[in-house]
């Protein structure tokens, strides 16, 4: 049958290369729920051991939210069909609903990984305690993932050890651990554990990653409790003052890779990491994401980082960065370095891919310089200054700005060409734009609005600043192109009714209050119609490849606009949609 040539295309006549990548496009859950036993070719594909090694049994609602499974569908999914594919399931990943019922009849021989998804830490304990659940972690798992969800964080002050402590103790065959919480700023503590600081609590991890509260905690897991640890990927929520009697000039033989990340600015680079970092004799992998206060007047520059980091690691063969040092001098006569300094220091020392963010004022007795490697590894990037000069930052998910200087239009344009994945970006700075006339359109202000107009309004101010992924909306073809339908006969009524009674008002003043009243509804109807223009030629301008369809709404309904293109030109100051494609 010839496919390309059939205006009727049914699902069935699809080659199984094409089914396959449909299928892999949906979630897990509906697909299982949704095309098995359909028929025999379905069953086929859908149980395809390449597949179905990854059971995913939570539902993803955006990039940081998910949901529980409908219950109904997991009745089914454990009743009908985990017992046909138990044989080739090698990771699960579960939440609290659907790990109540996977392990209840059906063994899984071939089951070496579980993931655990928005579990409360006392909730994810009792299950680690199951029967079935500890024969598994002693024979068969050799990896876990753990995300723990924290509800009261007031009431809290941080994630509970235990849990940590029973998969450790349990799993016997355990090498590689990721142990997050990823729904609060408030991690894991071993500091009112009662494990002594010399017992072993596994002897099979080679990889941890997690995140704790202190810097004495990242001591903790080094101190040897980890027998076989290879590979530590950690982020500390705050770096301070070692408190613990735990020995920090222990050489760490056994460490290969090695990651350091932390939430807060620390004073305590100097006195505490720069001595771990010495440690490590044989690492081979070194990343850094820090920010540094320092009462001196030297930033953290390339010749530092060698001299009192970098010679001591022999084997180190990738280093990968991001260091923000803030000084805080009230010194005004001391000899700062310069931009040019700090990228010869990097230079001099053979690190080429690098970029540096460099405030060359001193305001209010601080100056800052952030330096990163390239191309920038991290989801964060923090206190960008208005010295930023642009970038490429496609990883980079959340963005916070600090300065005591305006952060100017421009600014903002270099952001939104730059980070392209921005989710999350937060700005602390109350200075009024120097450059007023920055805007690459013009103003128009509103003499009055509803509403819903102001949500347009605030809507094409999103789209402008067109990088943030989560306000893209497949259906905004059809909505937009329905508004401006909309508004466009309400303005054609209006304009006709105000035409009529300007013949009649030299005759019959009493309808002066009516007159105006329409006046002013087409001015607001006219102010609406010119946003709506504004949202389509900023779709079209910047983020047109996640609204294609929408070229081919306006070209399919062009005489909705035509209508108006004069108006749109002289009148309404905005830019004729079709001169993009004429």
């Known amino acids: ?110 089951l070496h990984s579980l993931s655990f998804i928005n579990f409360q830490p006392n909730i994810l304990s009792q299950h680690l305690l199951d029967e079935t659940i500890i024969r598994l972690l002693e024979n068969q798992i050799t990896h876990i993932t753990v995300d723990i969800k924290i509800e009261n964080v007031e009431k809290t002050n941080g994630s509970d050890p235990n849990t940590f402590l029973i998969i450790l103790l349990v799993s016997k065959c355990l090498n590689d651990l990721t142990y997050l919480q990823k729904s609060s700023r408030k991690y894991i ?45 950690i982020r500390i929520n705050d770096i301070n003052r070692s408190s613990s009697m735990i020995d920090n000039t222990k050489k760490l033989v056994k460490l290969k890779c090695f990651s350091l990340a932390t939430d807060w600015r620390t004073f305590y680079y100097d006195n505490q990491v720069v001595p771990l970092l010495r440690r490590m004799l044989n690492i081979e992998e070194l990343t850094l994401f820090l920010s540094v206060l320092r009462p001196t007047c030297t930033y953290i520059d390339g010749n530092q980082l060698y001299d009192e980091v970098l010679n001591y690691m022999p084997r180190l063969n990738k280093f990968i960065f991001s ?24 230079i001099s020392r053979g690190i080429q891919s690098f970029d540096t963010c460099f405030d060359d004022k001193f305001m209010n007795n601080r100056g800052n310089c952030h330096v990163y490697s390239l191309p920038y590894q991290f989801n964060d990037f923090l206190y960008m ?46 200075i009024p734009q120097e450059n007023e006339q920055h805007h690459s359109y013009t103003e128009h202000s509103l003499n009055e609005i509803c509403l819903s107009g102001l949500l347009v ?22 909505k937009i192109i329905s ?19 300007q013949q009649t008002l030299t005759t019959n003043t009493s309808n002066d209050n009516i007159f105006n009243e329409n006046v002013q509804d087409l001015s607001i109807i006219e102010d609406i119609m010119r946003m709506v223009l504004e949202i389509i030629n900023s779709c079209l301008t910047h983020t047109l490849q996640h609204n294609i369809n929408l070229i081919y709404t306006l070209l399919y309904i062009r005489d909705i606009f035509d209508n108006y293109r004069a108006h749109i030109n002289v009148h309404f100051r905005v830019k004729w949609p079709w001169a993009f494609f004429e």
Do not use: W
């Open 483 to 501: 508004l401006f339908d909309l508004l466009a006969r309400k303005h054609v009524k209006t304009l006709d009714l105000i035409q009529q009674q």
């Open 385 to 430: 200054g208005s010295c930023f000069q642009g970038g490429r930052f496609d990883k980079v998910r959340l963005l916070s700005m600090q300065d005591e200087r305006p952060f100017e239009h421009k600014l903002f344009q270099i952001i939104s060409q730059d980070f392209p994945f921005l989710q999350q970006l937060t700005i602390c700075n109350d």
């Open 189 to 233: 503590t071993f500091l009112s554990s009662n494990i002594s600081y010399t017992h072993c609590l596994s002897s099979t991890l080679t990889k941890l990653t997690i995140n704790v509260n202190y810097f004495d905690d990242c001591l903790y897991l080094l101190n040897g409790c980890l027998q076989s640890l290879s590979t530590l990927i």
């Open 1 to 110: 049958m010839d496919i390309l040539n059939n205006s009727y295309i049914n699902i069935l006549d699809l080659p199984d290369e094409m089914l396959r990548i449909i299928f892999n496009k949906l979630n897990m859950v509906d697909m299982l729920y949704s095309l098995v036993d359909v028929n025999q070719r379905f069953d086929r594909l859908a149980f395809d051991s390449l597949y179905i090694d990854h059971l995913d049994l939570v539902i993803k609602q955006d990039d940081i939210h998910n949901s529980s499974i409908d219950t109904h569908i997991l009745d089914r999914i454990c009743s009908k069909i985990l017992p046909r594919i138990n044989n080739k399931v090698t990771k699960f990943t579960l939440e609290p609903l659907s790990m109540e019922r996977v392990f209840g009849t059906v063994h899984y021989p071939q």
């Open 457 to 478: 309004a605030v809507v094409l101010r999103t789209i402008q600043f067109n990088n943030m992924i989560r306000m893209r909306d497949k259906y905004l073809h059809t």
């Open 323 to 346: 260091i923000h040092t803030c000084i805080i001098n009230y010194d005004i006569g001391i000899d700062r370095p310069s931009n040019d300094d700090i990228r010869n220091s990097f």
